[in-house]
């Protein structure tokens, strides 16, 4: 997940510029940060690490 959004971050307003939309651009890069740092701080702190030996259920 911290990946798709950080892919929103980089191509959705390196789209939007070649298109000459530069505030959107701006909008795009500033509705995606917040999500991205939600996402990265929860991957990071609220999923557990994989345990080696684990079993699947």
């Known amino acids: ?10 191509l959705g307003p390196d789209l ?7 505030g ?3 909008l795009l890069r500033a509705s995606a940060a917040p999500a991205h740092a939600l996402v990265t701080f929860g991957d990071r ?6 345990r080696p030996g684990a079993r699947r259920t």
């Open 1 to 10: 997940m911290p990946a798709l959004t950080a892919m929103m971050i980089t």
């Open 24 to 26: 959107l651009a701006a």
């Open 16 to 22: 939007t510029l070649r298109q000459g939309r530069r």
């Open 45 to 50: 702190s609220v999923v557990p690490p994989p």
